[in-house]
């Protein structure tokens, strides 16, 4: 009988051991300042006080588990987080936060809680701030509806790729969005041109030169998916207090990866998981600036050099600088999957065949586990991955559905061939 995996066994994927690896080096004070348990921590408390905050699901699917021949794989589900669909929620609308209590506390020269700056009691303030940034949808979200929480406008670019369900999503918070006709990369620098003429703050998931403490912001943000993950391996019994083994993280710019793989690194030093970063294959700058041993461009498709892949929050082809800078010392893998295996894997996620939890992901949530099952069926790249029988794998179901039609499309395609 033909595996329910044959697609994956069959895929071709690439994987670059990171030359750079060290995992006996310190977490040092450089990459603290970006990053830190300490600074995680604040994220966290500040996060968990907002309306609605949840623990998000780690759900496990035993039975493709025991099928790939490991103890665990589990998913850290972002798609209902804060009810935004992705774990952006977490990243952007704390950096906007951080920047109107800045402003408010400067202003007032008082300390400015986020349930106060929620009532609108500083509405005079607030309501003079505009926050912008370039988006494929999700961040962009995150920004909006963090500028609506604390009180001050949004205008959100977003590049010629953007589906009409992301900009509606965004636009349900009453943001201002304006479609370009560019990239995403493109999208990113006329966003910072037009900030700076109409002085709005750029709240960027990316960094570049000085402009480091706002997307240093957003990964902490993110950081708390992994402080709730071992929260969870080290309280649920039945995890035994054993974390994982190993994380499957997708990235685009780099920021997520970054953020789970800073805390870890810090909190647990060489005992952390191994850190495999997955990329779509015509978007894969993280796994180019690995290659190189410098941020380096994705060097796209391999005819045309165009940067693109249907994992929409995936397409970028520039790395984040302070991303890259955790990351090149502290993955252990970079990987790259083809955009031909997103709609399987979201309906093995969808319908699963092993009769595991139902997981709606969304096209650009799938890389890890795309990437996971490439690894494990072939006995060369287990072994170099050191994944073994004793492994615990944790991914990242980093959105739903957020545009439902290509998401029906993609669930319900033939993939027999
Ligand atoms: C659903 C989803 N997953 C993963 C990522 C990658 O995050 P990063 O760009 O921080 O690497 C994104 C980015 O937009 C995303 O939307």
Partial sequence: MKSPLSLWIKSQFSLLPNPDADRSQKYGNELRKILSKENCKEAYQEIQSWPDYKISDLISLPELARTLNFVDISFKDESKRFNLGSFKSLGGAYAVFKHIQNIVSTKTDKYISSDVLRTGQYQDITSQITVTTATDGNHGRSVAWGAKLFGCSATIYVPASCSQERIDAIKEFDAEVIQTDLSYDDTVRLCANFAQQNNHQVISDTSWNEYIEIPAQIMRGYSLIAQEAILEYFTRAFRKAIP??????????????????????????????????????????????????????????????????????????????????????????????????????????????????????????????????????????????????????????????????????????????
């Fill in 244 to 417: 994982p083994s190993h994380v499957f993280i997708q990235a685009g710019v780099g920021g997520l990866a970054a953020a789970i793989t800073g805390y870890l690194w810090d909190l647990m030093a060489e005992k952390r998981p191994i850190i495999v970063v997955v990329e779509p294959e015509n978007a894969a700058c993280l796994y180019a600036s690995a290659a190189e041993g410098i941020l380096t461009k994705a060097s796209g498709d391999k005819e045309t050099g165009e940067v693109h892949t249907i994992m929409a929050g995936l397409d970028c082809g520039e790395a984040s600088p302070i991303a890259w800078k955790i990351l090149s010392k502290g993955a252990d893998f970079f990987m790259t999957v083809p955009d031909d295996i997103t709609g399987p894997t979201m309906k093995l996620l969808a319908k699963s065949p092993f009769t595991d939890p139902t997981i709606i992901a969304g096209e650009s949530s799938i890389a890890g586990l795309a990437a996971l099952i490439m690894a494990a069926s072939h006995d060369e790249t287990r072994q170099a991955l050191g994944l073994s029988p004793d492994s615990r794998i944790l991914l990242i179901n980093s959105e739903g559905a957020m545009d439902q039609t290509l998401y029906q499309k993609l669930v319900t395609e033939d993939q027999s061939q």
